[in-house]
């Protein structure tokens, strides 16, 4: 069974810096690329982050680039998020998703339950 | 970037009925578009996939259509474990953008 566990939110002050983990489980880790997507208090779902399969290509939402960054450990099975420079706006719920595909369609198949990150001063 | 717009945003139904969601892209997407249902402090589940495939286990009362610009997620017979807030993605460029969401709620 596919598991996926986020750690590493927190409280954080606007300018500082976080590192959010994903550990997966169940599956081939490095047969799939993964994403990061995050949910702002009361809002909708915003696409943040994609991470090939051997970490050789990324892609960044506007938002984000330049101060977000996105890497995995395959032989950890793990995921990761490097966040430096944290706005108020940041605030959200982080989901870790397996970027899934089936015969050249792609979808976010499994989810992580999610890990809190609330800048504030 | 490719918006996604979802209407209604909010949807008042009943058990039993047929309700359709709608998701417009502001270019064409061929069939990239996934639907997605995310119930209160829980993560999203992935319904649909291609705009019209099934995911895996979920109900075949749960059914999606469209491809270009418009798509559409239908539930055949509301059961009252379907309300919850839907979501449409384009996965045909980056950055993978979501619809706003749609509410679905019990009248």
């Known amino acids: 069974e596919v598991h996926l566990v986020e750690s590493g939110g927190g409280l954080v002050q606007p300018g500082g810096s976080l590192r959010l983990s994903c550990a997966a489980s169940g599956f081939t880790f490095n047969y799939y690329w993964m994403s990061w997507v995050r949910q702002a208090p009361g809002k909708g779902l915003e696409w943040v982050a994609n991470?090939?399969?051997?970490?050789?290509?990324?892609y960044y939402v506007d938002s984000v680039k330049g101060r977000f960054t996105i890497s995995r450990d395959n032989a950890k099975n793990s995921l990761y998020l490097q966040m430096n420079s944290l706005r108020d706006e940041d605030t959200a719920v982080y989901y870790c998703?397996?970027?899934?595909?089936?015969?050249?369609?792609?979808?976010?198949?499994?989810w992580g339950q999610g890990t809190l990150v609330t800048v504030s001063s | 970037d490719i918006q996604l717009t979802q209407s209604p945003s909010f949807l008042s139904a009943s058990i039993g009925d047929r309700v359709t969601i709608t998701c417009r892209a502001s270019q064409g997407i061929s069939s990239h578009l996934a639907w997605y249902q995310q119930k209160p402090g829980k993560a999203p589940k992935l319904l649909i996939y291609a705009a019209s495939t099934l995911q895996s286990g979920v109900p075949s009362r749960f059914s999606g259509s469209g491809s270009g610009t418009e798509f559409t997620l239908t539930i055949s017979s509301l059961q009252p474990e379907d309300f919850a807030t839907y979501y449409c993605q384009q996965l045909n460029s980056y950055p993978h953008t979501f619809g706003q969401g749609t509410k679905l709620e019990i009248k």
């Open positions: 991470i090939k399969q051997d970490g050789s290509d990324k």
């Open positions: 998703s397996r970027y899934g595909y089936n015969s050249g369609w792609f979808y976010f198949d499994y």
